[in-house]
């Protein structure tokens, strides 16, 4: 992939080299930075087949079903088919909150720099930026509000638990 920024202690960075790849063919002799559809990938898990520890998830697959698999991941794509779509960040969330998925969560497909904020509120710690932009420039996205009032994925308690009195 390119145009990643990661998300790693707080800081964000551009990452020059990221070996992973997005496999959306399905061919028998994998190679080891696959990263194949949520739906490929449980199905080679299923007949025992090595795999590698990546998969994407896209826009009508149920997150859900990789609860009895999430500890085997250490890399989640979640492909953003449209930037008005917002069902990868309820994804994101998922992962998570629900299935407590503590591996790379990378956001990419159609990802602009005004989603990061969002999308890092969600628990993104990578994103991949749409071809054609600026990775430099899409890190100012990430600062979004100053303060946000509800919880999130980044920030467990809302404004209410943070203010001191």
């Known amino acids: 992939m390119k145009n990643i920024i990661r998300i790693h202690s707080g800081d964000a960075a551009v990452i020059k080299s990221d070996d992973w790849v997005i496999a959306e063919d399905v061919h028998d002799t994998p190679d080891p930075h696959d990263v194949f559809p949520m739906a490929v990938w449980l199905a080679r898990v299923e007949q025992g087949e090595e795999v590698t520890p990546a998969v994407w998830i896209g826009v009508n697959d149920d997150p859900m079903e990789l609860q009895s698999v999430i500890d085997k991941l250490s890399f989640i ?89």
Request: charged share 30%.
């Open 77 to 165: 794509g979640v492909f953003f088919e449209d930037f008005k779509d917002g069902r990868g960040y309820s994804t994101a969330y998922l992962l998570r909150k629900r299935l407590n998925y503590q591996g790379d969560l990378r956001a990419f497909g159609d990802v602009l720099r005004d989603q990061l904020s969002l999308m890092r509120q969600c628990g993104f710690d990578s994103f991949a930026i749409k071809e054609g932009k600026d990775p430099y420039d899409a890190m100012k996205g990430l600062k979004g509000l100053s303060v946000t009032y509800s919880s999130s994925v980044s920030q467990p308690n809302p404004l209410y638990k943070r203010v001191r009195r």
